[in-house]
């Protein structure tokens, strides 16, 4: 009897201990180790305040990163490239280098200019972050390429929240064939060749927000009348 109970104990033991669950999208975007880093919330950069603006300014080679639910998204913005850094601005990056999402104010997502469902953009980051130079128009490889997220600031930022989730989403699946895990937790294979991943499948975003039509952004309005002489 005593032997059977302790053969209980140990089938408890073992039965109930579980590996370690693998979130890749976490391990991914995890909070960073550089004590330098700089970390937003959406709410926080919502719009292009004064105080966020010169928080930015004075953050010019500082790594930025903005916490979206429990993912740390690295980060550039546009708006250090324009007014903080005291060189000319040349304009976004080259058009068949970047994707462009925008969430517009009605809560619609466009991607590359078309309205499509949540749940899709996934699948359509990917065919675009991996098409390797297939077609001319877009990313040539995966080093290359950019991703633009903009929103309107009169959309819901739980919009932008699952817009971005989203896509991070896509970016964890296109690099999976990446990681060779030979049977082992593929978080683990990822601790051991992050750095390869990152180098030759980079994540570079720009988030930048602002008043939008339903693709584009608002025209400005109309000069005023002449004064009567």
Same mark, same amino acid.
């Given at each position: 009897?005593?032997?059977?109970?302790?053969?209980?104990?140990?089938?408890?033991?073992?039965?109930?201990?579980?590996?370690?669950?693998?979130?890749?999208?976490?391990?991914?975007?995890?909070?960073?180790?550089?004590?330098?880093?700089?970390?937003?919330?959406?709410?926080?950069?919502?719009?292009?305040?004064?105080?966020?603006?010169?928080?930015?300014?004075?953050?010019?080679?500082?790594?930025?990163?903005?916490?979206?639910?429990?993912?740390?998204?690295?980060?550039?913005?546009?708006?250090?490239?324009?007014?903080?850094?005291?060189?000319?601005?040349?304009?976004?990056?080259? &058009?068949?280098?970047?994707?462009?999402?925008?969430?517009?104010?009605?809560?619609?997502?466009?991607?590359?200019?078309?309205?499509?469902?949540?749940?899709?953009?996934?699948?359509?980051?990917?065919?675009?972050?991996?098409? &390797?130079?297939?077609?001319?128009?877009?990313?040539?490889?995966?080093?290359?390429?950019?991703?633009?997220?903009?929103?309107?600031?009169?959309?819901?930022?739980?919009?932008?929240?699952?817009?971005?989730?989203?896509?991070?989403?896509?970016?964890?699946?296109?690099?999976?064939?990446?990681?060779?895990?030979?049977?082992?937790?593929?978080?683990?294979?990822?601790?051991?060749?992050?750095?390869?991943?990152?180098?030759?499948?980079?994540?570079?975003?720009?988030?930048?927000?602002?008043?939008?039509?339903?693709?584009?952004?608002?025209?400005?309005?109309?000069?005023?009348?002449?004064?009567?002489?």
């Amino acid at each position: 009897m005593k032997s059977l109970t302790s053969l209980i104990l140990v089938f408890l033991l073992f039965g109930c201990h579980q590996k370690e669950k693998c979130n890749l999208i976490q391990e991914l975007f995890c909070s960073p180790a550089d004590s330098k880093a700089l970390v937003f919330t959406l709410e926080q950069v919502w719009e292009e305040t004064d105080s966020i603006q010169n928080v930015m300014c004075a953050s010019l080679g500082k790594p930025l990163f903005i916490k979206v639910d429990k993912i740390y998204l690295p980060f550039n913005s546009e708006y250090q490239d324009r007014n903080c850094t005291g060189i000319p601005y040349c304009g976004p990056v080259r &058009r068949k280098d970047r994707i462009d999402v925008l969430v517009n104010s009605n809560n619609q997502i466009l991607f590359e200019g078309e309205i499509v469902k949540l749940q899709d953009l996934d699948s359509l980051f990917q065919l675009l972050y991996l098409n &390797r130079g297939e077609d001319s128009l877009w990313p040539s490889s995966p080093n290359k390429c950019w991703l633009q997220i903009r929103w309107d600031i009169n959309s819901s930022q739980s919009s932008v929240n699952a817009a971005i989730t989203e896509l991070m989403s896509g970016y964890a699946n296109a690099i999976v064939p990446v990681i060779s895990n030979n049977g082992n937790n593929i978080c683990d294979s990822l601790r051991a060749k992050k750095d390869y991943v990152f180098k030759g499948y980079p994540i570079r975003t720009i988030l930048s927000s602002g008043h939008y039509t339903l693709g584009g952004s608002v025209p400005p309005p109309p000069l005023p009348p002449p004064l009567p002489e």
